[in-house]
């Protein structure tokens, strides 16, 4: 069993490029998450999704977009790359609402 | 909507004691807890639900008083690897947002 797998782990990227984040789980679960984590932030929501075919935003969608491609994978693109969404980026996922979160381990994505 | 962690940080000699706290502004259906050590993924430590249940995982603890909309950890007679960030995290229907985090360093 993999859990939740992100790739890439590591990307830079140049000031207006465009790139999309994978995330996929193994696991049958229902929900999955995308955050970022900024020092001193905490984890803060962009997206999540219920279920295959729905997706809602969080806290700080703005910059970004999100597909939920089918039930295992959950995709975070980014259109037109700044260096405010430097970050570290967790995808997670769970079956339903009281239930533990599994979280992949991480993109640390920077924009030159 | 994030949940408010306090204090942001705390430094513990081994076998200490310490309170981490969390609240909301909004209704909770339930209050996750995760620990996340440095340059890894968090990680799961309990879930506690409506009722104001405790739960217990090795020497840590906590509780959830859904009419204050608190929770709070407690870790007792810390040990190093309980070192790392711990993070609440507040779930609706669907969602889950996380507090800002609360750093806790444990000292020989």
């Known amino acids: 069993n993999a859990g939740v797998t992100q790739t890439p782990k590591f990307q830079v990227l140049k000031t207006g490029q465009s790139m999309t984040l994978q995330c996929a789980q193994d696991?049958?679960?229902?929900?999955m998450y995308w955050y970022r984590q900024d020092p001193g932030m905490g984890l803060r929501l962009i997206y999540y999704?219920?279920?295959?075919?729905?997706?809602d935003k969080g806290e700080v969608p703005n910059g970004y977009n999100v597909s939920r491609l089918n039930k295992r994978e959950f995709s975070l693109r980014l259109e037109s790359a700044a260096p405010s969404q430097t970050s570290v980026y967790f995808c997670?996922?769970?079956?339903?609402?009281?239930?533990?979160?599994?979280f992949g381990q991480g993109t640390r994505l920077t924009v030159v | 909507q994030q949940p408010v962690q306090s204090p942001q940080a705390v430094i513990l000699r081994e076998g200490e004691d310490a309170v981490i706290n969390c609240s909301s502004s909004?209704?909770?259906?339930?209050v996750h807890w995760y620990r996340q050590k440095h340059g890894e993924a968090p990680v799961f430590l309990m879930i506690?639900?409506?009722?104001?249940e405790q739960k217990g995982h090795d020497k840590i603890s906590a509780s959830f008083n859904e009419k204050k909309q608190q929770s709070s950890l407690y870790l007792t007679a810390s040990q190093l690897s309980y070192s790392g960030t711990y993070f609440c995290?507040?779930?609706?229907?669907?969602?889950?947002?996380f507090g800002t985090g609360t750093r806790l360093t444990v000292i020989p």
């Open positions: 909004k209704a909770l259906y339930s």
């Open positions: 995290g507040t779930a609706g229907a669907n969602n889950l947002f």
């Open positions: 997670a996922s769970k079956w339903f609402m009281n239930t533990e979160a599994f």
């Open positions: 999704s219920a279920s295959e075919g729905t997706t």
């Open positions: 506690l639900l409506k009722g104001g």
């Open positions: 696991m049958n679960h229902n929900s």
